[in-house]
């Protein structure tokens, strides 16, 4: 075994010390939380809301509304298959 190799061999990782898992944790934690935060709670949010009857103003005005909101998009809506038709082909252009 050459020297080098014996060096590289006896070497032992060393542990983070105090301040790099605070670091660590500073870079990974902060961005984590504001992802959760900005993206995830909204979007849980609205999915929730999404089955709801309410006017957008006071909290209290919220009422179950099952699956009638997308019983009306699908069915009373005219306009909803050309925005959907649109929205593909935008997806379809910017995709390739």
């Known amino acids: 075994m050459t020297l080098t190799a014996a060096k590289a061999k006896s070497r032992r990782r060393r542990a983070f010390t105090k301040a790099d898992r605070f670091?660590?944790?500073m870079f990974v934690g902060v961005p984590a939380?504001?992802?959760i935060v900005w993206?995830?709670?909204p979007a849980l949010l609205t999915i929730a809301l999404s089955f709801?009857?309410?006017?957008?103003?006071?909290?209290s005005n919220i009422r179950w509304a099952g699956l009638a909101n997308y019983d009306t998009i699908f069915t009373a809506s005219p306009q909803f298959y050309s925005a959907l038709r649109n929205n593909t082909?935008?997806?379809l252009w910017?995709?390739?």
């Open 89 to 91: 082909y935008w997806l």
């Open 33 to 35: 939380f504001l992802h």
């Open 94 to 96: 910017f995709s390739f």
């Open 52 to 59: 709801t009857y309410w006017n957008g103003v006071q909290l």
């Open 23 to 25: 670091t660590l944790s």
């Open 39 to 41: 993206v995830w709670i």
